[in-house]
């Protein structure tokens, strides 16, 4: 698997492209901006390879923390960390219980200190609307995100297969067939139970 700064410079070169085409594509320049942002966010930030301490993680600094739980919870190269589309769903959701934790933490001290009243009423109208008013940008957030951890997990996939092609041809990299067991006589023999203590015991 490539090391964390190849997968850095992966996410600069195709930046450029990225872009490209988003403003391609959309003809928008807001659109294209969110796209690339969350692209570049999800490659050098909200990488696959949190769910490991690497470079994506480090870079969170005091706030790394917050990953810990999603490491402890995933093993390295998880479909949930790793898979398409689920990868950024699941960090998505987690990072929005966060997100939450942290916005109920600062309403509750505004309550106490300023007096400022919420209901889950307000703040659920609020999401709901801005959910419903920016459709194509958080359509567009999810894409730029998804697409960076789609390039980290491909060349993740590139680099094990080109490791394997290396090691041991072209063999390893073509998909494995599923092997059929034959039950011959010999292997027949062997599935009959060896006497145990037990049934030593018995015999005699
Ligand atoms: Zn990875």
Known sequence: MPSGRTHDRITL????WVAGMTFGLTRSGDLTLIVSGG???SG??????LDLNSRPYQRWGWLRWIWIPYQKSLRHRSVFSHGLAIGTIVRS???????????????????????VGWTWQVIA????????????????LFVGLELGAMSHSFSDWG???????????????MPKRVKTRKRT???????????????QRTQR
């Open 13 to 16: 070169w195709c930046l450029p």
């Open 39 to 41: 692209f570049l966010f």
């Open 44 to 49: 050098l930030m909200f990488s696959p390879d």
């Open 93 to 115: 959701l987690y990072l929005s219980c966060w997100l939450f934790l942290v916005g109920l933490l600062i309403l509750g001290m505004l309550q106490l200190v300023w007096g």
């Open 125 to 140: 109208n609020q999401v709901q609307r801005s959910l419903t008013q920016y459709p194509a940008e958080w359509i567009a």
């Open 159 to 173: 680099g094990s297969a080109y490791k394997r092609f290396k090691k041991s041809g072209l063999k390893a990299v």
């Open 185 to 199: 006589g010999a292997s027949n023999q062997r599935r009959v139970k060896k006497p145990t203590a037990k049934t």
